[in-house]
């Protein structure tokens, strides 16, 4: 086989193969046994209908597109491999010539990841935050302790932002009830922000019994986008009571006797909390220094997949939050335009590094343990609250192993770039990463809870446990 390749873009090349005919025999045979099980011929069996014969019944024809289906494909896959190439599209494959019994010629137009070279990210220079833990943090994760053991107690009087009340809401257009709008006993804290413009404002001030009507959009149902007349009546009105801190609160919230105990260990948390988002920081920021130094040309087909993606992914969102297209935008304080714009940049930042992550990967031959793929698994599982049984399941059978796989080595090669890194506080002090690595009990577990607070941010740790 003979593979000639044409850069017709820094992003995409045509290749051209030529192929010796007797290079197809092994395809050649199966497409005859293909045949064969196909057509049926008076006096023989499916199956075992002879080469000859399916030539004079159906033609040498038939049999050459059964043998090009079978081979191309493997064929492409063959002069990708010795053309170096690194295809990110589906190829536009065109058989140009077939001499039976001589050659085939075949050309594969596709997109490729661009020739680029890594500079030297050694002593890239990044700022990350203090790590000192302030009385002002360890009174924010208090706070959130109280919210979460707070009570609700009825009270005799109108209600106020922060409070929450019962109540019926019922809508209607031109005087005509809307079925699917009514809705009784609904909890709603006032000023949380509800898609239902208005609402928040018609509450303040209303008192147990008391009944208002305010017009809005309807935000979702058949109706979603119409004006509407919504009817709310107050069944009740309750305000949040915090607890007292104090050692009482400290034995219901953790493990702790008192509230001095339980303040030392939510400062410890926060302090490892920061120390773990530094490592996390570094690398990001090593990460961007690194990109803005490298001008990669982004192949079309891969950059709209990309941004295609995105989108399927917000219309599923909205599809399945009920809300209409505005009210859903609104809620989020966007709009689409702004949505998709972020698609764009998101995209493009998303396979340039997806590229560089890759040639450090190979750069530093990095790879995945089967330890490492486990931990992978039982942390995402963990984040999406399944067993991690059923996950490794469905990661198999939708062949997603392999993309797990490329997600932890593009990790590790993350880590590499950080960990080359010059690393500085906001305050200017020296931060070493491999100290922190010892304080937090090695490398390998401040690597594992760093990737978690990528995704799950690292301030609910200290919460977690502080309510043990």
Request: aromatic share 6%; net charge negative; no cysteine.
């Amino acid at each position: 086989m003979k593979t000639a390749v044409e850069e017709l873009s820094p992003t995409r090349v045509k290749l051209t193969v030529e192929v010796p005919f007797e290079e197809l025999g092994e395809s050649l045979q199966a497409a005859y046994k293909k045949v064969a099980q196909q057509v049926r011929v008076p006096g023989f069996r499916p199956g075992k209908v002879p080469a000859r014969i399916i030539e004079q019944r159906f033609g040498r024809a038939v049999v050459l597109e059964e043998t090009l289906n079978d081979a191309v494909p493997k064929l492409y896959g063959q002069a990708v491999d010795a053309s170096d190439i690194f295809p990110v599209s589906q190829p536009e494959i065109e058989v140009t010539k077939i001499e039976d019994g001589e050659q085939v010629e075949f050309t594969a137009e596709v997109d490729i990841r661009p020739n680029f070279d890594v500079p030297d990210f050694q002593g890239l220079e990044v700022t990350v935050p203090v790590a000192e833990v302030s009385d002002e943090d360890v009174d924010a994760q208090l706070d959130g302790l109280r919210q979460r053991f707070a009570t609700l107690t009825g009270v005799e009087r109108a209600a106020a932002n922060g409070d929450y009340v019962v109540m019926d809401l019922a809508a209607a257009i031109d005087g005509v009830n809307i079925e699917e709008q009514q809705a009784n006993d609904v909890s709603y804290e006032v000023g949380a922000g509800s898609v239902l413009q208005g609402l928040d404002d018609a509450l303040v001030g209303m008192s147990a019994g008391d009944t208002k009507e305010f017009t809005t959009s309807l935000v979702g149902g058949e109706n979603a986008g119409e004006e509407a007349v919504v009817t709310i009546t107050i069944k009740s009105v309750k305000e949040k009571v915090l607890p007292e801190l104090d050692d009482e609160f400290a034995q219901l919230a953790s493990e702790f006797d008192s509230l001095d105990e339980l303040k030392d260990s939510i400062r410890e948390q926060a302090r490892r909390n920061k120390l773990i988002e530094q490592v996390v920081q570094a690398r990001e920021n090593a990460l961007d220094a690194l990109l803005a130094k490298i001008d990669i040309p982004l192949p079309e087909s891969a950059f709209k997949a990309e941004v295609d993606s995105r989108k399927h992914n917000l219309e599923h969102q909205i599809a399945e939050s009920g809300l209409s297209k505005e009210a859903y935008f609104r809620l989020y304080q966007t709009t689409e335009e702004e949505r998709y714009a972020e698609f764009d940049d998101n995209a493009a930042k998303a396979l340039k590094t997806g590229f560089v992550l890759d040639k450090i990967v190979k750069a530093e031959e990095l790879g995945v343990s089967e330890q490492e793929l486990t931990n992978f698994v039982v942390r995402r599982a963990m984040q999406m609250n399944v067993a991690p049984n059923t996950l490794a399941q469905h990661l198999a059978d939708n062949d997603q192993l392999t993309l797990a796989m490329v997600e932890i080595v593009r990790d590790k090669a993350k880590s590499v770039v950080g960990d080359a890194a010059k690393v500085t506080d906001e305050a200017g002090n020296e931060v070493d990463l491999k100290a922190i690595y010892t304080e937090i009990n090695g490398e390998e577990a401040v690597e594992e809870d760093a990737e978690e607070s990528v995704e799950d941010s690292a301030e609910k740790p200290a919460e977690a446990e502080a309510a043990k």
